[in-house]
């Protein structure tokens, strides 16, 4: 059983949701890293997604574009991402970590030796923004040789045949993106993200986060009475952007920490897990 359905099944018998900070690899700098992710574990993380850096990021708003352009000023490259993996595996070995990111570095490195490697790190699970589904079947076989999870975005836009394209592939969860937009982007409209989630459970069986729009824990709480997980990037990496070096890990534990309480408020009656 993956780490990624050991967790969702934990969360699930304790009428939990789960939490999913998404940090950018090599932001602010190498070397904080890994001290960073055990950090989002020690806050309370459950699954930790890791945007592999890239100087074109079509999908994500100018606080995660300049948390890449941080770290690919250090030379950050998708390889040192899966360095960065095994080094926090060393003393984690239960926490699911999701690598986030875009085609063209794991194409520059072949799917069979991207998939090898990211089995042997410790990799649970893949998210490609710019993969469509229809076009993914051969990079999901590889995905599946390795039991590494190809995890698929969902939008409010989505059409009906995608989205019963996606049921059928994807494993781990399915990050359903709350609004039109980049990452960063506000105007959640909670009762529009409950009637989509009430549709995509008609069809997806796999636990399903919520993630764009979630700046606080009012709003962490609101989106985790709806949804299995919440995803939360941006406001994060503000956090991180913003503080002095000495105080990094501590600021990023107290607003971890905040969500993951919020998060844990949070009624499950409307829930799937």
Not at 251 to 258: G, P, T
């Amino acid at each position: 059983m993956s780490r990624i359905t050991i967790v969702f099944d934990k969360l699930r018998q304790q009428n939990r949701k789960a939490l999913i900070p998404f940090i950018t690899a090599g932001d602010p700098e190498p070397a904080m890293m890994v001290p960073l992710m055990h950090e989002l574990v020690k806050a309370g993380a459950d699954v930790i997604e890791l945007g592999v850096p890239f100087s074109d990021p079509m999908a994500d708003g100018p606080t995660i574009q300049r948390s890449s352009e941080r770290a690919l000023k250090h030379n950050v490259s998708l390889k040192h991402v899966l360095a960065m993996v095994e080094e926090f595996r060393k003393s984690n070995a239960f926490t699911p970590v999701v690598l986030m990111g875009y085609a063209n570095p794991i194409e520059a490195i072949g799917y069979e030796t991207f998939t090898a490697r990211a089995k042997v790190c410790g990799i649970d699970g893949v998210l490609t923004v710019d993969y469509p589904p229809e076009e993914s079947e051969e990079w999901v076989k590889y995905l599946e040789r390795q039991q590494i999870a190809p995890i698929f975005l969902l939008s409010p836009t989505t059409p009906q045949a995608r989205i019963e394209h996606v049921a059928k592939m994807a494993k781990g969860y399915i990050y359903y993106v709350s609004l039109k937009g980049v990452t960063g982007a506000s105007g959640l409209d909670l009762s529009d993200v409950a009637s989509k989630l009430a549709r995509l459970r008609s069809i997806i069986s796999i636990p399903i986060g919520v993630g764009f729009g979630i700046r606080d824990s009012t709003t962490a709480k609101a989106v985790a009475e709806l949804a299995d997980a919440v995803v939360i990037g941006s406001r994060i990496i503000e956090e991180i952007e913003c503080s002095p070096k000495e105080e990094l890990l501590a600021n990023v534990h107290r607003l971890v920490k905040s969500l993951r309480s919020a998060v844990d408020e949070a009624s499950p009656q409307h829930a799937n897990l």
